[in-house]
């Protein structure tokens, strides 16, 4: 059974955090799951939490009237799920949907918010972090919208 | 300054290169004869005439076809007939065709087909033209062109049998040049005006018209066997020194005539690192697209082929034409062209023809003809636009 | 220089349709074999034939099938215009024109001893297949095989039930994403370089070999660069018009390269700064 502590540890999100923002991270983090079909959260809610994905797949989804629910990504082990406990408004901006059984660990958003804003060198490494993390997504967004499959 | 010449070394296969080259004087008159001659050898003569106010090649009846005392004024965008005061019968420069209508022709079949039940089946593969063709009147850019055909076409991965056929029929009249129009600029090219001695050059009789105080005549300078049999079966005199010195003379006087040229020193390197040159935006504000260049250019190959079928659908035919990398259709692939812009376009061209091509085939696709400049409707002088892509050129990797 | 091929380049071979199979609404793939011909063409993975249509036209179209047994030739092709859509409603028992094979192949002696990285969007998959055949019929010769898959929605996805046999395979990973996943889709969804971080990966003992549209190929070269590869170790399928693909019609080339002869497989390193230039 593998502690907490070893598996934010090791993670590559966390790959170079000073041991003491580590220890801050095991304090705030804790393991969950989420069985089949179980929604992690939905759009509009507030955003307190974040999840680092050990095992599973989830589906980020958006509603739109008259249509199913709509899969815009799937992130599956080893993913960060949730950024915006981080800026304002802290309101999540879709549904993350368990599509397998998938087991993360749960870190506490709004504790550690409250930490950066204390300690602002533990935020510039987090922001880093997750700056990283948007700014691939976006790349990868843009060339799904560029449509490339598709017969002009 | 000459820059040094950017044309590969090539092996003659065509015709057999004579030991020793042959030189004789032959009359103005006597050319008749000369023609008679391969006439009756059972080739073609193709030569130039005048039609529809320019310089052509065509198949000639006589020697009455030649343009006696007839030459051109070029100039960019630019192109009329003069009269001369003397008889030259090869008293102009270069008309707007090359030879590569005979040689890689506008338009040929490649092949037809028939329905055959579910499938069909390929029916003829005709690649001979009738008669053997004999070109009177090959300028040294003109030869150059088609060693740089012959390069492309027939010396590469594959070979292509249509001008394969025709090239090694054809029997080559070479007629220097004493006389350069300002569009002319084989000289910085290395191509010419002087037909280069030796046997790199496929060439068959070489020809210096000759008007001096001696009289209407042309030294004659046999490259091959069958060039000398041919010169057996008409009458010629001696070559004297002052003969030698006067035809020397008149090529020197074309070379020194040139006000263009280009600078081939690290061309390649300055096309392929000046793709963003703000020149580019300026020249592509006056190119029509209109694809005369590519027309006239003695070796642009491209071709595209053609798929037709008969009324009833059981006849097919497939057919290979000239095209022009100006064309918006050139670059197209599913769903769009590569290259939509004119910019785009003309930087393909000339990107090509002086850069790409030395790494494609090993010496530049440019002789030096001038023949774009001339027929260009603006204008747009290639010597011009390698100068402006020199200035303000970078010269780091992009 | 090469000696030079001699026979009329331009004159097709009469093969014959055996079979038509539907692959996608838009994708079939043909197998034609010819009684002129009855050991096939051989080829290699990455080669092209050009495939005429009686009096509609002639397009360069990827062998999607195993180099080990070419005495069918085997085509999957996508309708998209006029010429594609006439290849594809050809009955079984119609004439089909062959020329070819043609161009450089993928690089299966580079790839030896190493770990194969095979990443295909959409049609993309169809150059690729013969590589994954190779690797499969020479075990020994390879190490792992790694197939990244992308298509823009699950109906689009080729040779699925291939694509679940070569997931069984022992030391082989093939990891499948859709643009849009669609109501019924339990699988990844987003474009194939998302794919990246869960394939295990060996960057420095490995080949990568790239097809599919050009924009998704430039994308997932880079990203393979940020996992360590070198660009001289992926490997890029380029397309351009093609009328002859003998490199005398001048239409496909790319830079100073004529996509017919001198590829259609580029190494990245070749091709970085050519990918760049707009309208090249």
């Known amino acids: 059974m593998e502690t907490l502590e070893r598996i934010i540890a090791e993670h590559e999100f966390f790959a170079g955090l000073e041991s003491y923002y580590t220890g801050l991270l095991v304090g705030c983090g804790a393991n969950v799951r989420f069985h089949p079909g179980t929604y992690i959260f939905k759009e509009g809610e507030e955003a307190s939490e974040f999840y680092l994905i050990r095992s599973g797949k989830v589906a980020l989804e958006l509603f739109a009237p008259q249509r199913k629910p709509i899969v815009v990504e799937t992130l599956g082990d080893g993913d960060i799920l949730g950024w915006s406990w981080l800026l304002p408004p802290y309101l999540w901006k879709f549904h993350a949907h368990a599509v397998q059984d998938t087991r993360a660990i749960a870190l506490d958003g709004k504790c550690l918010r409250n930490k950066c804003e204390q300690n602002h060198d533990l935020g510039y490494e987090l922001l880093k972090r997750f700056a990283q993390i948007m700014e691939r997504r976006l790349e990868a967004t843009r060339l799904q919208l560029l449509d490339v499959y598709a017969v002009r | 300054m000459v820059a040094e010449s950017v044309l590969a070394t090539r092996e003659t296969s065509w015709s057999e290169a004579v030991s020793q080259e042959v030189d004789a004087i032959l009359a103005a008159s006597e050319l008749g004869n000369l023609i008679s001659a391969l006439v009756s050898k059972g080739y073609a003569v193709i030569g130039p005439t005048v039609r529809d106010g320019a310089i052509v090649y065509d198949q000639m009846e006589s020697v009455q076809d030649l343009p006696a005392g007839w030459t051109d004024e070029q100039a960019p965008g630019q192109y009329r007939l003069k009269r001369r005061e003397d008889g030259a019968l090869f008293g102009y420069v270069v008309g707007p065709q090359s030879w590569k209508k005979y040689l890689h022709p506008a338009e040929v079949r490649l092949w037809s087909a028939e329905r055959q039940g579910g499938t069909f089946r390929i029916l003829n593969n005709e690649v001979k033209p009738k008669a053997p063709p004999a070109f009177l009147g090959v300028r040294a850019c003109e030869l150059a062109a088609i060693a740089v055909q012959d390069t492309v076409l027939l010396e590469d991965k594959y070979h292509d049998p249509i001008y394969g056929a025709r090239r090694s029929s054809a029997f080559l009249i070479a007629v220097e040049c004493t006389q350069s129009a300002p569009t002319c600029f084989c000289r910085s090219m290395g191509t010419g005006p002087a037909v280069a001695a030796g046997a790199k050059t496929p060439v068959d009789l070489v020809l210096t018209e000759l008007l001096g105080p001696k009289g209407h005549r042309f030294l004659v300078r046999a490259r091959s066997e069958r060039g000398a049999e041919i010169l057996d079966e008409v009458k010629t005199t001696p070559v004297t020194d002052a003969d030698l010195h006067e035809a020397e003379s008149g090529v020197e006087k074309a070379a020194s005539q040139q006000v263009r040229s280009i600078d081939n020193a690290g061309i390649k390197e300055l096309l392929y690192q000046n793709f963003d040159h703000p020149r580019w935006d300026n020249v592509a504000a006056r190119c029509l697209t209109c694809a005369n260049c590519t027309m006239v250019c003695p070796t642009c190959f491209c071709t595209t082929v053609e798929d037709t079928s008969d009324v009833t659908g059981d006849h097919a035919e497939r057919w290979r034409k000239w095209d022009s990398c100006f064309t918006q259709a050139y670059s197209y692939i599913h769903g769009g062209s590569v290259r939509t812009s004119g910019k785009a376009r003309y930087r393909q061209w000339m990107t090509h023809k002086l850069a790409a091509w030395i790494d494609q085939f090993g010496s530049s696709g440019c002789v030096g003809c001038g023949r774009c400049i001339t027929w260009c409707p603006v204008g747009i002088d290639i010597t011009e636009e390698v100068r402006a892509l020199r200035e303000g050129a970078s010269h780091g990797n992009p | ?280």
């Not at chain 3, 990973?173 to 971080?197: A, E, N």
């Not at chain 3, 990245?268 to 760049?276: C, I, N, P």
């Open chain 3, 1 to 280: 220089m090469a000696t030079a091929v001699t026979t009329d380049p331009m004159l097709p071979q009469p093969y014959l349709v055996q079979a038509v199979s539907k692959e996608t609404p838009d994708t079939f793939t043909l197998k034609l074999t010819s009684e002129d011909e009855p050991n096939g063409r051989s080829f290699r993975p990455g080669q092209f034939s050009m495939l005429w249509v009686f009096g509609v036209g002639e397009l360069p179209i990827s062998i999607s099938g195993n180099p080990a047994e070419h005495k069918q030739l085997v085509y999957t092709v996508r309708s998209v215009g006029q010429a594609t859509n006439a290849l594809v409603t050809q009955r079984v028992g119609a004439g089909v024109g062959v020329r070819g094979p043609y161009g450089t192949g993928w690089p299966m002696d580079a790839a030896r001893g190493r770990d194969v990285i095979v990443v295909a969007g959409g049609i993309g998959l169809a150059p690729l297949r013969p590589v994954i055949y190779e690797v499969l019929h020479h075990r020994e010769d390879f190490g792992r095989l790694v197939v990244l898959y992308g298509a823009r929605s699950p109906r689009d996805l080729l040779y699925r039930q291939e694509l679940a046999a070569w997931a069984r395979q022992r030391e082989t990973q093939v990891l499948v994403t859709v643009d849009y996943g669609g109501m019924s889709w339990r699988g990844h969804v987003g474009v194939v370089t998302t794919l990246f971080k869960y394939a295990r990966l060996k960057p420095a003992q490995s080949v990568a070999m790239v097809c599919g549209p050009e924009i998704m190929m430039r994308f997932v070269a880079r990203e393979l660069m940020t996992f360590g590869l070198s660009r001289n170790d992926i490997y890029l399928s380029m397309e351009r018009n093609m009328k002859c693909a003998v490199g005398f019609c001048g239409h496909c080339q790319y830079g100073p390269h004529f996509i017919c002869k001198d590829g259609p497989v580029f190494p990245y390193e070749k091709l970085r700064s050519l990918m760049e230039k707009y309208e090249l």
